[in-house]
């Protein structure tokens, strides 16, 4: 079992950054999968970015070129760092980790808000 703690979220106004970060209770070094989902009122989660175990990284187009995935493996930890934050990146920000190459995450944390404010 697999505890993810995240932390980082806040209030920003547009155009701004935030860092999220993602402690594993394990080596991450073993978890094939780590990624980062978001939730915002009234939509389905939807995964923002993910990092594989070699370092592949993957973005939903919306993110492209705003957020960077990183992971620190001697940390046991996985980062999110947002910038030129958008109202529409409002939501309820969620680590998530799987030991497979596919399928759905096992491993959930207990999310973390984001609201981008004017």
């Known amino acids: 079992q697999v505890q993810l703690v995240e932390s980082g979220g806040g209030l920003v106004q547009p155009g701004g950054s935030l860092r999220l970060s993602c402690a594993a209770s394990?080596?991450?070094?073993?978890?094939?999968?780590m990624g980062w989902y978001r939730q915002a009122l009234g939509k389905q989660r939807e995964l923002v970015a993910e990092?594989?175990?070699?370092?592949?990284?993957n973005y939903v187009d919306s993110v492209k070129g705003r957020f960077t995935i990183s992971r620190d493996n001697a940390k046991n930890t996985v980062y999110l760092q947002m910038n030129s934050l958008k109202p529409e990146d409002t939501a309820v920000y969620y680590c998530a980790a799987d030991r497979w190459w596919s399928g759905p995450y096992d491993y959930w944390g207990q999310g973390t808000q984001v609201t981008v404010f004017t």
């Open positions: 394990e080596i991450i070094a073993t978890i094939n999968r």
């Open positions: 990092i594989t175990s070699t370092g592949s990284t």
